[in-house]
Nanobody, 114 residues
Framework: QVQLAESGGGLVQAGGSLRLSCAAA????????MGWYRQAPGKQRDLVAT???????DYLDSVKGRFTVSRDNAKNTVALQMNSLKPEDTAVYYC????????WGKGTLVAVSS
């Protein structure tokens, strides 16, 4: 069983930056895939950025060039640096880990004001 604990998030003005962090507990193995999803009110949950243990990265098109995902395989942590934030980035951001099955954090709110 993997538990995910997120930190970061909050309220920021458009153009600002935030950093999200997530730490996994419950396994000593390097987690296969870690990353971030987001869900805005009334919308589906979308992949924002993921990174495999071998370094393969996938980004949502609308965040490319603005968001950067990074991870520490040894510590099973993943971070998301978000720059040039836009109001449309407002959502609850969820840490995700795939390690035989999907695991989810509780979510952290990112609110971007115009």
């Amino acid at each position: 069983q993997v538990q995910l604990a997120e930190s970061g998030g909050g309220l920021v003005q458009a153009g600002g930056s935030l950093r999200l962090s997530c730490a996994a507990a419950g396994t000593v193995d390097s987690i296969n895939v870690m990353g971030w999803y987001r869900q805005a009110p009334g919308k589906q949950r979308d992949l924002v950025a993921t990174m495999t243990s071998s370094g393969t990265i996938d980004y949502l098109d609308s965040v490319k060039g603005r968001f950067t995902v990074s991870r520490d395989n040894a510590k099973n942590t993943v971070a998301l640096q978000m720059n040039s934030l836009k109001p449309e980035d407002t959502a609850v951001y969820y840490c995700n880990a795939w390690h035989g099955r999907d695991y989810w954090g509780k979510g952290t709110l990112v609110a971007v004001s115009s």
